[in-house]
């Protein structure tokens, strides 16, 4: 019985993060003048080239997934003898349609996704505390028994019903719920931690690129809506050292071509 709440809780975890069939999406790049389309370990690229600085532009896994947040993983080159400052904010991206940006889709800055992280990890402990709740309740009435039997005697049939309590087995249930229970806060408090550390570690901050230097990191946005067909298209705009890089990106189903 207590296993059964456990599974009910990781159920109802797991339908908040899953929904529906996933599809994959690929990027395309449209290269202007000084860029060019190259690919990275068999991933898309590219390349574009400034008088001061270079910017490299690659999604940041093989497939995005229709409808997800698109991530990609900016790196920027200081070709000059001084330093140069990239902030977060000076990348922007915009939905295009026939080539035009149309509207801005909201870059999402190092603090938004901690934010994001820090509500699901609430959210996440309430689901483990119903479920824990759910399993404690479930070994506290573990030991119970009722047993039905027939009694036959020249009298006649009789049925004998037999209540009675288990102190082991109610031990045994408790003792087994509480490690469940354990093994899901740290599992939960784990996974928390992995998260943030690898927000830390992968997305693009503000950063002061000293001479001959390259600093990147991921970006994250909103995801684009459809605008020719089944096709989307955005530019991802680099501000840096006074200079723009703007990389038209089209972004479809797998297996077009």
């Given at each position: 019985?207590?296993?059964?709440?456990?599974?009910?809780?990781?159920?109802?975890?797991?339908?908040?993060?899953?929904?529906?069939?996933?599809?994959?999406?690929?990027?395309?790049?449209?290269?202007?003048?000084?860029?060019?389309?190259?690919?990275?370990?068999?991933?898309?690229?590219?390349?574009?080239?400034?008088?001061?600085?270079?910017?490299?532009?690659?999604?940041?896994?093989?497939?995005?997934?229709?409808?997800?947040?698109?991530?990609?993983?900016?790196?920027?080159?200081?070709?000059?003898?001084?330093?140069?400052?990239?902030?977060?904010?000076?990348?922007?991206?915009?939905?295009?349609?026939?080539?035009?940006?149309?509207?801005?889709?909201?870059?999402?800055?190092?603090?938004?996704?901690?934010?994001?992280?820090?509500?699901?990890?609430v959210v996440a402990a309430v689901l483990v505390g119903v479920a824990a709740g759910a399993n404690a309740a479930a070994a506290s009435r573990s030991g119970y028994y009722t047993n039905t039997s027939q009694v036959y005697s020249r009298y006649g049939t009789a049925t004998v019903v037999t209540n009675g309590y288990?102190?082991?087995?109610?031990?045994?249930?408790?003792?087994?719920?509480?490690?469940?229970?354990?093994?899901?806060?740290?599992?939960?408090?784990?996974?928390?931690?992995?998260?943030?550390?690898?927000?830390?570690?992968?997305?693009?901050?503000?950063?002061?690129?000293?001479?001959?230097?390259?600093?990147?990191?991921?970006?994250?946005?909103?995801?684009?809506?459809?605008?020719?067909?089944?096709?989307?298209?955005?530019?991802?705009?680099?501000?840096?050292?006074?200079?723009?890089?703007?990389?038209?990106?089209?972004?479809?189903?797998?297996?077009?071509?």
């Open positions: 019985m207590a296993r059964q709440y456990v599974r009910i809780g990781a159920a109802a975890a797991a339908a908040l993060m899953v929904g529906g069939c996933v599809t994959t999406e690929v990027a395309r790049f449209q290269p202007k003048a000084q860029q060019e389309a190259i690919y990275r370990d068999g991933q898309p690229a590219l390349v574009s080239k400034k008088a001061k600085t270079v910017a490299m532009v690659r999604p940041a896994s093989r497939g995005i997934r229709a409808g997800a947040r698109p991530i990609y993983v900016v790196g920027i080159y200081n070709a000059t003898g001084a330093p140069i400052t990239l902030r977060a904010e000076d990348i922007t991206v915009e939905q295009l349609i026939d080539g035009q940006p149309v509207q801005p889709l909201k870059v999402y800055s190092y603090e938004d996704l901690v934010r994001e992280e820090q509500t699901r990890q288990s102190p082991t087995a109610n031990a045994v249930a408790q003792a087994n719920a509480s490690y469940q229970n354990a093994q899901m806060v740290n599992s939960a408090v784990e996974r928390g931690q992995q998260n943030l550390a690898t927000l830390e570690r992968e997305v693009l901050k503000d950063n002061t690129m000293m001479p001959g230097e390259w600093y990147g990191g991921q970006v994250v946005f909103d995801p684009p809506q459809t605008s020719t067909g089944d096709q989307k298209a955005y530019r991802i705009t680099i501000s840096v050292g006074g200079e723009r890089h703007e990389v038209d990106v089209s972004q479809e189903a797998a297996g077009r071509a």
